[in-house]
């Protein structure tokens, strides 16, 4: 097991980073590729890598941390490192700041439609607390389908768009998952809780299984739980693996190892088998989104 300076690392690097779980959209409708987060000009900017091409291509150079990306096929969300939102246009390829009014939050996450956002909104008033809203559209009101009793910093749609998965903590705790029915009258329920640390949930979508990260066996890894309930670890190395993305046809798992501190991008079978890198080279990078993209940067 890596050692607790290790473990700290990789705490730091999920405190920063914010959502996590990917709503997928049929391939046929656009192309693959993996948005992501890469070290570059002294900031975290965000990057695109066609899947088919394996071309990567910088979609951001403003000069500041960019993390977490987020797409709805036509746009790219991300947050700055003082929880401001921005939206980028993969067409115009214009960067903009993306509904001030709901300051300090994290990363919006499109439903599998591309038509609403769920978002974590971070309160002032008391420290670690943060609830998730859901946005109709774009300038839509905030409408609230968690309690704000803990901080929950990760989220993701299931693939019918009526649910959303999450992981909360409240002051210490550790953190748990929940899942939500989007109805009239939300009432959050706790999925399970024999996992210490068990964050950043991604929903498969078939509608068949959950993805997360948890440190329950001593090392953050990534798990997987069945629909009918069944847990299993898909990663055991010495390395800490975490933010994990199913591909579109839920066949293959992009995540990240972070091997003597410095994280990079790795692709798995649904069954954990074939481990490797996603690509080659010693790209220094965090929170890939294994999506389609209806419009080509």
Not at 35 to 49: A, K
Not at 217 to 232: C, K, L, Y
Request: proline share 7%.
């Amino acid at each position: 097991m890596r050692g607790t300076s290790s473990v700290a690392l990789v705490i730091g690097i999920l405190a920063f980073g914010c959502a996590g779980g990917h709503a997928n959209r049929p391939a046929e409708s656009g192309r693959e590729a993996i948005i992501y987060s890469r070290l570059d000009m002294q900031y975290w900017q965000v990057w695109v890598f066609d899947v088919r091409d394996r071309t990567h291509r910088r979609l951001t150079t403003s000069g500041f941390d960019k993390r977490r990306p987020a797409s709805d096929g036509r746009r790219v969300f991300f947050r700055d490192g003082n929880d401001r939102l921005f939206v980028l246009d993969l067409q115009s390829g214009g960067e903009a700041p993306f509904r001030p009014d709901l300051w300090p939050a994290l990363t919006p996450r499109p439903s599998p439609t591309g038509r609403r956002l769920a978002l974590a909104r971070i309160r002032t008033d008391v420290d670690d607390r943060s609830a998730i809203v859901i946005l109709d559209s774009d300038d839509a009101s905030p409408r609230l389908v968690t309690p704000s009793s803990g901080f929950i910093r990760h989220y993701s749609w299931a693939p019918s768009g009526r649910e959303l998965v999450y992981s909360s903590a409240s002051a210490g705790s550790r953190a748990e998952l929940f899942r939500v029915s989007l109805g009239s009258d939300p009432k959050p329920e706790a999925i399970m809780e024999e996992h210490s640390r068990a964050l950043e949930p991604a929903a498969a979508p078939s509608g068949t299984g959950l993805l997360f990260s948890s440190s329950a066996a001593g090392n953050f890894d990534i798990w997987r739980r069945t629909r009918f309930g069944f847990v299993r670890r898909l990663t055991d190395s010495t390395d800490a693996e975490m933010s994990p993305s199913w591909s579109p046809t839920g066949e293959q798992i992009a995540y990240v190892r972070v091997q003597d501190g410095q994280p990079h991008v790795w692709k798995m079978s649904r069954a954990g088998e074939h481990q490797q890198p996603f690509w080659g080279g010693d790209i220094v990078a965090l929170d890939p989104e294994w999506t389609i993209l209806e419009v080509q940067p």
